[in-house]
């Protein structure tokens, strides 16, 4: 069983930072890719950040200069540092992890979603 617990949202006034962690479990696991999605109030679920095994990045169009993606592979942990918030950054974000086990192969595992709300 993967498990994947994000923390860190929270409010903040626009132009201000957070930033996201989110930690993957479980027996004998093997992390690939990593990244963050988020979803808005009434919009489909978008891809915000990911990140390879080796530190390749890829943003969305929409946070590249003001997010940055990274990870520690020893903590099987990636974090998302977030600066000049904007309102339309508010929605839930949620981690993934592609990960294969002693038993199974490499599947896209989501945490459950920490909120991040950007005030005006």
């Known amino acids: 069983q993967v498990h994947l617990v994000e923390s860190g949202g929270g409010l903040v006034q626009a132009g201000g930072s957070l930033r996201l962690s989110c930690a993957a479990s479980?027996?004998?696991?093997?992390?690939?890719?990593m990244g963050w999605s988020r979803q808005a109030p009434g919009k489909q679920r978008e891809l915000v950040a990911a990140?390879?095994?080796?530190?390749?990045?890829n943003y969305a169009d929409s946070v590249k200069g003001r997010f940055t993606i990274s990870r520690n592979n020893a903590k099987n942990t990636v974090y998302l540092h977030m600066n000049n918030l904007k309102p339309e950054d508010t929605g839930v974000y949620y981690c993934n992890a592609t990960v294969a086990t002693m038993h199974a192969p490499y599947s896209i595992y989501w945490g459950k979603g920490t909120s991040v709300t950007v005030s005006s």
């Open positions: 990140i390879s095994p080796g530190g390749t990045t």
């Open positions: 479980g027996s004998s696991i093997t992390i690939d890719n």
